[in-house]
Protein backbone atom coordinates (compact mmCIF):
# COMPACT_ATOMS: atom_id res chain seq x y z
CA UNK A 1 0.00 0.00 0.00
CA UNK A 2 3.33 2.24 0.07
CA UNK A 3 1.85 4.02 -3.23
CA UNK A 4 -1.39 4.12 -2.25
CA UNK A 5 -3.13 7.69 -1.65
CA UNK A 6 -5.38 8.58 1.61
CA UNK A 7 -7.51 11.30 1.02
CA UNK A 8 -10.75 11.83 3.50
CA UNK A 9 -13.59 10.65 1.85
CA UNK A 10 -15.20 14.44 2.44
CA UNK A 11 -12.81 15.15 -0.24
CA UNK A 12 -13.75 12.79 -2.85
CA UNK A 13 -17.42 13.10 -2.74
CA UNK A 14 -20.67 15.74 -2.22
CA UNK A 15 -22.88 14.29 -0.02
CA UNK A 16 -26.65 15.34 -1.03
CA UNK A 17 -29.59 14.18 1.47
CA UNK A 18 -32.78 12.98 -0.21
CA UNK A 19 -36.20 14.42 0.21
CA UNK A 20 -39.72 12.57 1.15
CA UNK A 21 -41.28 12.20 -2.43
CA UNK A 22 -45.43 11.66 -3.42
CA UNK A 23 -45.34 8.09 -4.98
CA UNK A 24 -47.46 7.79 -8.44
CA UNK A 25 -48.55 4.89 -11.08
CA UNK A 26 -46.97 6.95 -13.68
CA UNK A 27 -44.02 4.16 -15.25
CA UNK A 28 -42.63 7.05 -17.38
CA UNK A 29 -41.99 8.94 -13.85
CA UNK A 30 -38.76 8.87 -12.17
CA UNK A 31 -37.71 5.49 -10.56
CA UNK A 32 -38.40 6.18 -6.61
CA UNK A 33 -35.51 4.54 -4.68
CA UNK A 34 -35.62 3.48 -1.21
CA UNK A 35 -33.96 1.44 1.31
CA UNK A 36 -35.56 -1.26 -0.06
CA UNK A 37 -33.72 -1.46 -2.80
CA UNK A 38 -30.02 -1.11 -0.77
CA UNK A 39 -31.24 -4.51 0.15
CA UNK A 40 -32.01 -6.11 -2.90
CA UNK A 41 -35.58 -6.09 -2.50
CA UNK A 42 -35.90 -4.09 -5.81
CA UNK A 43 -38.75 -2.32 -5.93
CA UNK A 44 -40.66 -0.47 -9.08
CA UNK A 45 -42.28 2.54 -7.16
CA UNK A 46 -42.20 6.30 -9.20
CA UNK A 47 -42.17 9.87 -8.23
CA UNK A 48 -43.29 12.74 -10.47
CA UNK A 49 -41.43 15.06 -8.30
CA UNK A 50 -37.54 16.16 -8.42
CA UNK A 51 -35.24 16.01 -5.90
CA UNK A 52 -32.08 14.06 -4.96
CA UNK A 53 -30.94 12.53 -8.62
CA UNK A 54 -28.63 9.53 -8.56
CA UNK A 55 -26.84 8.36 -11.28
CA UNK A 56 -25.29 4.63 -11.74
CA UNK A 57 -21.44 6.53 -11.03
CA UNK A 58 -22.99 7.60 -7.65
CA UNK A 59 -23.01 6.06 -4.42
CA UNK A 60 -26.54 5.78 -2.25
CA UNK A 61 -26.15 5.53 1.44
CA UNK A 62 -28.57 5.05 4.00
CA UNK A 63 -28.62 7.82 6.51
CA UNK A 64 -31.21 6.97 8.88
CA UNK A 65 -32.82 4.19 10.50
CA UNK A 66 -31.93 0.98 11.39
CA UNK A 67 -29.72 0.29 8.49
CA UNK A 68 -28.15 3.48 8.62
CA UNK A 69 -24.46 3.57 6.94
CA UNK A 70 -25.96 0.52 4.37
CA UNK A 71 -24.14 1.79 0.88
CA UNK A 72 -25.23 0.57 -2.67
CA UNK A 73 -24.26 1.53 -5.95
CA UNK A 74 -25.04 1.71 -10.09
CA UNK A 75 -28.99 2.88 -9.15
CA UNK A 76 -30.79 5.46 -11.45
CA UNK A 77 -33.48 7.31 -9.63
CA UNK A 78 -34.70 10.00 -7.30
CA UNK A 79 -33.76 8.96 -3.51
CA UNK A 80 -36.22 8.91 -0.54
CA UNK A 81 -36.01 11.32 2.82
CA UNK A 82 -33.89 8.22 4.21
CA UNK A 83 -30.86 8.12 2.14
CA UNK A 84 -28.28 10.09 0.44
CA UNK A 85 -25.88 10.52 -2.56
CA UNK A 86 -22.22 10.30 -2.38
CA UNK A 87 -20.93 12.36 -5.94
CA UNK A 88 -17.70 12.16 -7.27
CA UNK A 89 -15.92 15.45 -7.40
CA UNK A 90 -13.60 13.72 -9.60
CA UNK A 91 -13.90 11.19 -13.11
CA UNK A 92 -10.70 8.89 -11.75
CA UNK A 93 -12.45 7.09 -9.32
CA UNK A 94 -13.77 3.34 -9.32
CA UNK A 95 -17.19 3.74 -7.71
CA UNK A 96 -17.48 0.38 -7.18
CA UNK A 97 -13.72 0.16 -4.81
CA UNK A 98 -15.11 3.01 -3.15
CA UNK A 99 -18.33 1.22 -2.53
CA UNK A 100 -16.76 -1.70 -1.46
CA UNK A 101 -14.37 0.35 1.33
CA UNK A 102 -17.75 1.80 2.78
CA UNK A 103 -18.57 -2.34 3.55
CA UNK A 104 -15.30 -3.33 4.60
CA UNK A 105 -16.11 0.38 7.08
CA UNK A 106 -19.66 -0.42 7.94
CA UNK A 107 -19.33 -1.66 11.52
CA UNK A 108 -16.91 2.29 11.98
CA UNK A 109 -19.58 3.89 10.23
CA UNK A 110 -22.20 2.08 12.37
CA UNK A 111 -20.05 2.99 15.80
CA UNK A 112 -20.17 6.71 14.53
CA UNK A 113 -23.94 7.19 13.99
CA UNK A 114 -25.78 9.38 15.88
CA UNK A 115 -29.25 9.54 17.81
CA UNK A 116 -31.18 8.04 20.70
CA UNK A 117 -34.24 6.41 19.16
CA UNK A 118 -33.89 6.12 15.24
CA UNK A 119 -30.00 5.83 14.38
CA UNK A 120 -28.44 8.71 11.50
CA UNK A 121 -25.15 8.62 9.56
CA UNK A 122 -22.74 11.20 11.17
CA UNK A 123 -21.90 13.37 8.30
CA UNK A 124 -18.70 14.65 10.03
CA UNK A 125 -17.37 10.77 10.43
CA UNK A 126 -17.93 10.06 6.94
CA UNK A 127 -16.38 13.07 5.58
CA UNK A 128 -13.19 12.36 7.98
CA UNK A 129 -13.12 8.44 7.11
CA UNK A 130 -9.70 8.44 5.68
CA UNK A 131 -9.84 6.03 2.14
CA UNK A 132 -6.84 4.49 0.56
CA UNK A 133 -7.12 4.94 -3.12
CA UNK A 134 -4.30 3.08 -5.62
CA UNK A 135 -4.10 3.76 -9.00
CA UNK A 136 -7.25 3.70 -11.42
CA UNK A 137 -6.29 0.54 -13.39
CA UNK A 138 -6.02 -1.36 -9.68
CA UNK A 139 -8.98 0.29 -8.31
CA UNK A 140 -10.71 -1.28 -11.30
CA UNK A 141 -9.23 -4.83 -10.64
CA UNK A 142 -10.46 -5.14 -7.01
CA UNK A 143 -13.61 -4.04 -7.98
CA UNK A 144 -13.61 -6.69 -10.16
CA UNK A 145 -12.40 -9.22 -7.87
CA UNK A 146 -14.66 -8.40 -5.00
CA UNK A 147 -17.68 -8.58 -7.48
CA UNK A 148 -17.07 -12.18 -8.25
CA UNK A 149 -16.89 -13.08 -4.96
CA UNK A 150 -20.02 -11.38 -3.99
CA UNK A 151 -21.91 -12.53 -7.09
CA UNK A 152 -21.02 -15.75 -5.51
CA UNK A 153 -21.89 -15.41 -1.99
CA UNK A 154 -25.44 -13.59 -4.18
CA UNK A 155 -26.19 -16.46 -5.87
CA UNK A 156 -25.95 -18.62 -2.51
CA UNK A 157 -28.30 -17.07 -0.39
CA UNK A 158 -30.67 -17.01 -3.10
CA UNK A 159 -30.40 -20.47 -3.27
CA UNK A 160 -31.55 -20.33 0.86
CA UNK A 161 -34.45 -18.49 -0.13
CA UNK A 162 -35.64 -20.80 -3.00
CA UNK A 163 -35.82 -23.42 -0.74
CA UNK A 164 -38.28 -21.15 1.74
CA UNK A 165 -40.33 -20.66 -1.65
CA UNK A 166 -40.85 -24.83 -2.55
CA UNK A 167 -41.26 -25.43 1.51
CA UNK A 168 -44.45 -22.71 0.82
CA UNK A 169 -45.39 -23.83 -2.19
CA UNK A 170 -45.60 -27.45 -1.17
CA UNK A 171 -47.48 -26.47 2.67
CA UNK A 172 -50.17 -24.29 0.36
CA UNK A 173 -50.58 -27.95 -1.83
CA UNK A 174 -51.35 -29.71 0.59
CA UNK A 175 -53.26 -27.58 3.07
CA UNK A 176 -54.06 -24.23 1.27
CA UNK A 177 -53.92 -20.86 3.04
CA UNK A 178 -54.22 -21.34 6.76
CA UNK A 179 -56.27 -18.15 7.51
CA UNK A 180 -58.94 -18.53 4.62
CA UNK A 181 -58.97 -22.29 5.49
CA UNK A 182 -60.56 -23.18 1.75
CA UNK A 183 -60.06 -26.80 2.69
CA UNK A 184 -62.46 -26.74 5.60
CA UNK A 185 -60.26 -28.26 7.81
CA UNK A 186 -61.23 -28.43 11.44
CA UNK A 187 -59.93 -25.47 13.41
CA UNK A 188 -58.98 -25.23 17.03
CA UNK A 189 -57.56 -23.07 19.76
CA UNK A 190 -53.58 -23.64 20.20
CA UNK A 191 -54.18 -24.39 23.80
CA UNK A 192 -56.16 -27.49 23.38
CA UNK A 193 -53.41 -29.40 22.22
CA UNK A 194 -50.07 -27.87 22.77
CA UNK A 195 -49.14 -26.45 26.65
CA UNK A 196 -48.35 -22.56 25.56
CA UNK A 197 -46.36 -20.67 28.10
CA UNK A 198 -42.75 -19.21 29.09
CA UNK A 199 -39.69 -20.04 31.42
CA UNK A 200 -39.17 -19.16 34.98
CA UNK A 201 -37.43 -15.53 35.79
CA UNK A 202 -34.24 -15.28 35.75
CA UNK A 203 -32.37 -12.52 37.23
CA UNK A 204 -29.54 -10.55 35.56
CA UNK A 205 -27.69 -11.10 38.77
CA UNK A 206 -27.96 -14.92 37.99
CA UNK A 207 -26.10 -15.27 35.29
CA UNK A 208 -22.51 -16.29 35.28
CA UNK A 209 -19.68 -16.01 32.59
CA UNK A 210 -19.27 -19.43 31.59
CA UNK A 211 -21.95 -22.75 32.01
CA UNK A 212 -25.30 -23.66 30.35
CA UNK A 213 -26.23 -21.24 27.36
CA UNK A 214 -28.85 -18.36 28.11
CA UNK A 215 -31.39 -17.40 25.61
CA UNK A 216 -32.86 -14.00 24.76
CA UNK A 217 -35.46 -13.48 21.89
CA UNK A 218 -32.65 -12.28 19.69
CA UNK A 219 -30.42 -15.49 20.23
CA UNK A 220 -33.95 -17.75 19.62
CA UNK A 221 -34.94 -15.65 16.19
CA UNK A 222 -31.43 -16.91 14.96
CA UNK A 223 -31.68 -19.87 15.79
CA UNK A 224 -35.27 -20.06 14.05
CA UNK A 225 -33.71 -18.89 10.25
CA UNK A 226 -31.79 -22.44 11.28
CA UNK A 227 -28.26 -20.46 11.84
CA UNK A 228 -25.54 -21.29 14.18
CA UNK A 229 -24.75 -18.48 17.56
CA UNK A 230 -21.68 -18.07 19.83
CA UNK A 231 -23.76 -17.79 23.18
CA UNK A 232 -22.44 -15.09 25.49
CA UNK A 233 -25.17 -15.56 28.53
CA UNK A 234 -24.80 -18.32 31.04
CA UNK A 235 -26.72 -20.02 34.14
CA UNK A 236 -24.83 -22.74 36.78
CA UNK A 237 -25.93 -26.43 36.09
CA UNK A 238 -26.83 -26.26 39.23
CA UNK A 239 -29.29 -23.03 38.46
CA UNK A 240 -29.96 -25.39 34.89
CA UNK A 241 -30.95 -28.77 37.18
CA UNK A 242 -33.21 -26.71 39.48
CA UNK A 243 -35.20 -25.10 36.62
CA UNK A 244 -34.95 -28.64 35.29
CA UNK A 245 -37.16 -30.00 38.16
CA UNK A 246 -39.10 -27.09 38.97
CA UNK A 247 -40.99 -26.14 35.39
CA UNK A 248 -39.18 -28.33 33.20
CA UNK A 249 -36.65 -27.25 29.87
CA UNK A 250 -37.62 -27.86 26.19
CA UNK A 251 -37.82 -30.71 24.44
CA UNK A 252 -37.03 -32.08 20.95
CA UNK A 253 -40.15 -31.03 18.65
CA UNK A 254 -41.01 -28.21 21.12
CA UNK A 255 -41.21 -24.69 19.90
CA UNK A 256 -39.75 -21.03 21.05
CA UNK A 257 -40.33 -18.47 19.21
CA UNK A 258 -39.76 -14.44 19.68
CA UNK A 259 -42.30 -12.43 21.35
CA UNK A 260 -42.08 -9.89 18.42
CA UNK A 261 -42.05 -12.56 15.52
CA UNK A 262 -43.70 -11.04 12.56
CA UNK A 263 -41.45 -13.06 9.98
CA UNK A 264 -41.96 -16.03 11.88
CA UNK A 265 -38.35 -17.00 13.13
CA UNK A 266 -39.91 -20.13 14.96
CA UNK A 267 -37.24 -22.52 16.55
CA UNK A 268 -37.66 -26.23 16.88
CA UNK A 269 -35.84 -27.91 19.03
CA UNK A 270 -34.15 -30.81 17.88
CA UNK A 271 -31.85 -32.10 20.65
CA UNK A 272 -31.06 -32.71 23.95
CA UNK A 273 -28.20 -29.70 24.38
CA UNK A 274 -28.70 -27.89 27.51
CA UNK A 275 -30.05 -23.71 27.44
CA UNK A 276 -32.90 -22.03 29.10
CA UNK A 277 -34.33 -18.65 28.11
CA UNK A 278 -35.75 -15.46 28.87
CA UNK A 279 -39.35 -15.16 30.18
CA UNK A 280 -41.85 -13.12 28.43
CA UNK A 281 -39.09 -12.42 25.53
CA UNK A 282 -39.81 -16.11 24.38
CA UNK A 283 -42.80 -18.02 24.16
CA UNK A 284 -42.76 -21.88 24.60
CA UNK A 285 -44.84 -24.07 22.76
CA UNK A 286 -44.81 -27.57 24.77
CA UNK A 287 -46.00 -29.41 21.67
CA UNK A 288 -48.52 -32.64 22.05
CA UNK A 289 -46.86 -34.89 19.17
CA UNK A 290 -49.44 -37.32 19.72
CA UNK A 291 -51.70 -34.47 18.62
CA UNK A 292 -49.99 -31.82 15.86
CA UNK A 293 -46.46 -32.45 14.11
CA UNK A 294 -43.82 -30.22 15.59
CA UNK A 295 -42.43 -29.30 11.80
CA UNK A 296 -46.20 -29.02 10.30
CA UNK A 297 -46.92 -26.49 13.57
CA UNK A 298 -43.58 -24.05 12.92
CA UNK A 299 -45.01 -23.80 9.41
CA UNK A 300 -48.36 -23.11 9.75
CA UNK A 301 -47.86 -20.39 12.61
CA UNK A 302 -45.12 -19.19 10.32
CA UNK A 303 -47.34 -18.92 7.28
CA UNK A 304 -50.32 -17.43 9.73
CA UNK A 305 -47.79 -14.30 11.07
CA UNK A 306 -46.70 -13.65 7.36
CA UNK A 307 -51.17 -12.92 6.65
CA UNK A 308 -52.24 -12.23 9.87
CA UNK A 309 -49.38 -10.85 12.21
CA UNK A 310 -51.02 -7.43 13.24
CA UNK A 311 -54.33 -9.29 14.12
CA UNK A 312 -52.62 -11.59 16.45
CA UNK A 313 -50.06 -9.36 17.99
CA UNK A 314 -50.86 -6.18 20.36
CA UNK A 315 -48.95 -3.09 21.25
CA UNK A 316 -48.54 0.54 19.78
CA UNK A 317 -45.17 0.79 19.15
CA UNK A 318 -43.62 -3.62 18.72
CA UNK A 319 -46.79 -5.80 17.70
CA UNK A 320 -45.78 -8.27 20.53
CA UNK A 321 -47.20 -11.60 20.86
CA UNK A 322 -48.81 -12.22 24.37
CA UNK A 323 -49.39 -15.75 25.87
CA UNK A 324 -52.74 -15.37 26.06
CA UNK A 325 -53.25 -14.38 22.34
CA UNK A 326 -51.32 -17.62 21.24
CA UNK A 327 -52.89 -19.85 23.06
CA UNK A 328 -56.76 -18.77 21.36
CA UNK A 329 -54.66 -18.90 18.50
CA UNK A 330 -57.62 -20.34 15.51
CA UNK A 331 -55.10 -23.40 14.23
CA UNK A 332 -56.60 -25.51 11.57
CA UNK A 333 -55.53 -28.96 12.19
CA UNK A 334 -55.52 -31.54 9.05
CA UNK A 335 -55.39 -34.89 9.02
CA UNK A 336 -52.23 -36.51 11.61
CA UNK A 337 -51.14 -38.71 8.66
CA UNK A 338 -51.18 -35.45 6.31
CA UNK A 339 -49.49 -33.59 8.52
CA UNK A 340 -46.72 -36.03 9.26
CA UNK A 341 -46.55 -36.23 5.40
CA UNK A 342 -45.40 -32.58 5.09
CA UNK A 343 -43.13 -33.27 8.33
CA UNK A 344 -40.94 -35.90 6.68
CA UNK A 345 -40.85 -33.68 3.28
CA UNK A 346 -39.95 -30.45 4.76
CA UNK A 347 -37.41 -31.80 6.87
CA UNK A 348 -35.57 -33.68 4.00
CA UNK A 349 -35.86 -30.18 2.36
CA UNK A 350 -34.35 -28.10 5.61
CA UNK A 351 -31.59 -30.70 5.74
CA UNK A 352 -30.80 -29.80 2.59
CA UNK A 353 -31.14 -26.08 3.16
CA UNK A 354 -28.74 -26.61 6.21
CA UNK A 355 -26.08 -28.35 3.56
CA UNK A 356 -26.52 -25.15 1.58
CA UNK A 357 -26.42 -22.41 4.48
CA UNK A 358 -23.09 -24.07 5.08
CA UNK A 359 -21.77 -23.47 1.72
CA UNK A 360 -23.35 -19.90 2.12
CA UNK A 361 -20.90 -19.37 5.29
CA UNK A 362 -17.82 -20.94 2.80
CA UNK A 363 -18.70 -18.09 0.22
CA UNK A 364 -19.17 -15.54 3.06
CA UNK A 365 -15.97 -15.93 4.70
CA UNK A 366 -14.25 -16.19 1.06
CA UNK A 367 -15.77 -12.89 0.36
CA UNK A 368 -15.06 -10.81 3.90
CA UNK A 369 -11.17 -12.48 3.46
CA UNK A 370 -11.26 -10.83 0.03
CA UNK A 371 -12.19 -7.77 1.34
CA UNK A 372 -9.66 -7.77 4.47
CA UNK A 373 -7.04 -8.16 1.79
CA UNK A 374 -8.40 -5.84 -0.62
CA UNK A 375 -7.68 -3.11 1.36
CA UNK A 376 -4.38 -4.41 3.01
CA UNK A 377 -3.14 -4.05 -0.49
CA UNK A 378 -2.63 -7.81 -0.42
CA UNK A 379 -5.24 -8.75 -3.21
CA UNK A 380 -3.24 -7.10 -6.66
CA UNK A 381 -0.17 -5.36 -6.97
Known sequence: MKDWQKIALGELVTITKG????????????RYLQIEDLNGHYTTKYTKETGTHVHEKDIVIVWDGANAGKVGCGFAGVIGSTLARLSFKEEKIETRFVKRYLDYQFEFIKSQRTGATIPHVSSDALKKLIVPLPAFSIQQKIAAILDKADELRQKDQQLLTKYDELLQSIFYQMFG???????RWTKVKLETICDVGSSRRVFVEE??????PFYRGTEIGVLGLGENITPTLFITKEHYESLKKETGVPQIGDLLLPSICPDG?????SDTTPFYFKDGRVLWIKVNKTKINSTFLKILLKQIFYLDYSKIASGTTFSELKIFELKKLQTPLPPFELQNKFGCIAQNLLAQKEIMRRENQASEQLFQSLLQKAFKGELVS
Open 207 to 212: LVETGI
Open 177 to 183: DPVKNEK
Open 19 to 30: KKHVETDDVSAF
Open 265 to 269: RIYEV
